[in-house]
C-alpha cells in the first residue's frame, strides 16, 4: 500500500441552512476525519429538486477560515463552469487561506440541469471530457504562474470511469482518482488506468484510489483495500448530516493504523 487509509465525509451543500452545514464541518473535523467535501451543483441531486442548495467554492473559502487540520475540496468541480485559469487562481487562493489543505477535485460535468439553469452549453459527453483534457495543463500552468505560488503542489482529485478517455486524463494528471461503482469495478478499472499510465510514461500505480462508501467498514472494507481504494468518502445529506457511519469508518480506520507492524 502506497498511502495511508483515509476517511472523507462529503457534505452535500443541499436541504440545509449554512449554520446546519458549518456546523456538520465542525462535527467532522472533531470526529478525525482526514478531508471534507462538497460538491459543485447549482440545485440538490436529490430529494426536493428545488430545495435549499449552495455554491461550492464560495463555500470551500469558509471552511478554509473554520477549519484547522482537514483537507478540503469538492468532490468534484465542474470543469465546465469556470474558465481553467479562474478556477486554477481560486484553488491556488484557497490552498493560501487553508495554510495548504486544499485538494483540487475537477471532473467534466454532467448534471444537464445546471447547465441549463445557469447558461452553460451541454454539449455531449465527450465534448465535456475533450474540454477537460485541454483543461488540465491550462490549470497547471496557471498555478505555476500566480504569484505568489501555491504553498505545495496542490493534489489534484479527478472524479470519472471513463475507460478511453477520462482514465488516461487521470493517468496523465491526477494524484487521486476517485472512482464511481462497486469493487469489481474498481478493480477492473484501476488495472485500465495502470495501463493508461504505462502508456503515457508515468507510473499510475501511485494515483491514489478514492471511492465512496455507504455501507459500514465490516461490509465492505477489506474487499475495497484489497482492490487498491485508500482514501474512503461517505456522503452526507442535510439537513441532519448524520455522523454514525463516519465514526464507524474512523475507528476502522484508527484500528488498522493500531494494528500495523
Not at 469558509?62 to 485559469?85: D, F, H, K, M
Not at 495502470?194 to 462508501?213: F, I, K, L, N, Q
Amino acid at each position: 500500500m502506497t498511502h495511508p487509509l483515509r476517511i472523507a465525509v462529503q457534505i452535500q451543500p443541499q436541504h440545509a441552512d449554512y449554520a446546519q452545514i458549518r456546523d456538520a464541518v465542525l462535527r467532522a473535523e472533531d470526529a478525525g476525519v482526514d478531508a471534507i467535501f462538497n460538491w459543485d451543483h447549482f440545485f440538490p441531486l436529490y430529494g426536493d429538486p428545488d430545495g435549499k442548495h449552495f455554491e461550492c467554492w464560495t463555500m470551500l473559502g469558509a471552511w478554509a477560515e473554520q477549519t484547522s487540520r482537514v483537507e478540503i475540496g469538492a468532490l468534484v468541480s465542474c470543469n465546465s463552469y469556470r474558465n481553467p485559469e479562474l478556477l486554477a487562481d481560486m484553488a491556488r487562493t484557497v490552498d493560501h487561506m487553508s495554510g495548504g489543505r486544499l485538494i483540487l477535485g475537477i471532473g467534466a460535468g454532467w448534471f444537464e440541469k445546471d447547465y441549463d439553469q445557469f447558461g452553460y452549453e451541454f454539449g455531449t459527453a465527450g465534448s465535456r471530457i475533450a474540454d477537460l483534457a485541454a483543461a488540465m495543463p491550462r490549470i497547471k500552468a496557471r498555478l505555476a504562474a500566480g504569484n505568489p505560488a501555491p504553498t505545495r503542489e496542490i493534489p489534484v482529485m479527478i472524479g470519472g470511469g471513463g475507460e478511453k478517455k477520462t482514465l488516461r486524463i487521470v493517468a496523465e494528471h491526477a494524484d487521486i482518482w476517485h472512482s464511481f461503482g462497486d469493487v469489481e469495478t474498481l478493480t477492473r478499472k484501476s488495472a485500465i488506468l495502470d495501463e493508461h499510465g504505462t502508456a503515457v510514461g508515468r507510473d499510475a500505480t501511485a494515483v491514489e484510489r478514492s471511492v465512496g462508501v455507504s455501507e459500514p467498514p465490516a461490509a465492505v472494507a477489506d474487499a475495497l483495500v484489497a482492490a487498491g481504494a485508500t482514501l474512503f468518502t461517505i456522503g452526507l445529506n442535510g439537513p441532519d448530516y448524520d455522523l454514525a457511519l463516519t465514526e464507524q469508518w474512523v475507528r476502522w480506520r484508527d484500528e488498522r493504523a493500531a494494528d500495523a507492524p
